[in-house]
C-alpha cells in the first residue's frame, strides 16, 4: 500500500498562474483532507470530502477550489495563485469522518513569486 | 481564537532526559491525538486517546477529559526523537492542531 501519495513535491508558480496538486490514497478511506502549514501556525483545514460525491469548506477556502473525482482521489486547485498561497500543502484521510486517525501524504511545497 | 494550546513552543533536552509536551484544548471532542513531524516534513500518527493513558515504547501520552488537557511524555530521550510534536483535536468533521512543540535532543 502506498499510502497517501501526493504529486507534485515541490511547485513555484508566478502570481496569477493556476495549478492542481494532486491527492490519491489507496486505503479505501471515506473523507479525505486538504490542510495548509505555515511558519508559526498549526495546520489549517481549506477543505474536507467526508465522503465520495460532498465536499465542504474549512477554515481557510478562500482562493481555493477541490473535487472530489473518485473515492480515491481529491485535488486542490487554485486558479489564481497570490503569494499568500505559499505554503506547505497536505492531503489527509481517514476511513470515517469522525472516526480513526488521519494518514497524511508527503506533502506539497508551494512557492509563488 | 486557538483551539489547541500547545507548551512549550521549543524544548531542548539532554539525552536520556525525560521530556513532557502538554496540550490544552476549547472544544468538545471525541479524541485527541498526537503526531510527530520529522524534519523530512512527513506527519505521523503516534497516538489517538479518548481516554485515559496509552504507552508505546518510550512514548506514553494522557488525556484528562474534564480539565481538556493532554500530556505527551517521552522517557530516556534520544537524538532520533528530534522532531516536532503536534497536538489535534478530533472535532468529528474537522481537527483542530496545535502550533507544534519543536523537540532537539543533545546527545
Known amino acids: 500500500n502506498a499510502g497517501v501519495t501526493q504529486t507534485p513535491k515541490f511547485q513555484v508558480l508566478k502570481t496569477g498562474q493556476s495549478m492542481t496538486l494532486q491527492c490519491a490514497q489507496d486505503m479505501n478511506h471515506n473523507s479525505m483532507y486538504w490542510y495548509r502549514q505555515d511558519p508559526g501556525m498549526g495546520l489549517r483545514l481549506i477543505y474536507y470530502s467526508a465522503s465520495e460525491g460532498t465536499t465542504d469548506k474549512g477554515e481557510v477556502p478562500n482562493g481555493y477550489n477541490v473535487s472530489r473525482l473518485n473515492k480515491r482521489e481529491f485535488s486542490l486547485r487554485l486558479e489564481s495563485a497570490a503569494p499568500s498561497q505559499t505554503s506547505v500543502y497536505f492531503c489527509a484521510s481517514r476511513a470515517t469522518s469522525g472516526i480513526g486517525e488521519q494518514y497524511f501524504g508527503p506533502g506539497t511545497r508551494l512557492t509563488v513569486t | 481564537k486557538n483551539e489547541v494550546e500547545q507548551s512549550p513552543q521549543n524544548l531542548t533536552a539532554q539525552e536520556g532526559e525525560f521530556i513532557t509536551i502538554n496540550c490544552s484544548y476549547s472544544?468538545?471532542?471525541?479524541?485527541l491525538h498526537w503526531l510527530q513531524q520529522h524534519p523530512g516534513g512527513g506527519i505521523v500518527s503516534l497516538f489517538m486517546l479518548s481516554s485515559g493513558k496509552k504507552k508505546h515504547g518510550r512514548l506514553i501520552a494522557t488525556i484528562n477529559i474534564q480539565e481538556k488537557h493532554s500530556s505527551l511524555h517521552i522517557t530516556a530521550s534520544h537524538p532520533r526523537d528530534s522532531a516536532v510534536y503536534i497536538c489535534a483535536v478530533d472535532a468529528g468533521n474537522q481537527f483542530y492542531f496545535g502550533t507544534g512543540t519543536s523537540l532537539t535532543v543533545i546527545p
Open positions: 472544544v468538545g471532542i471525541s479524541a
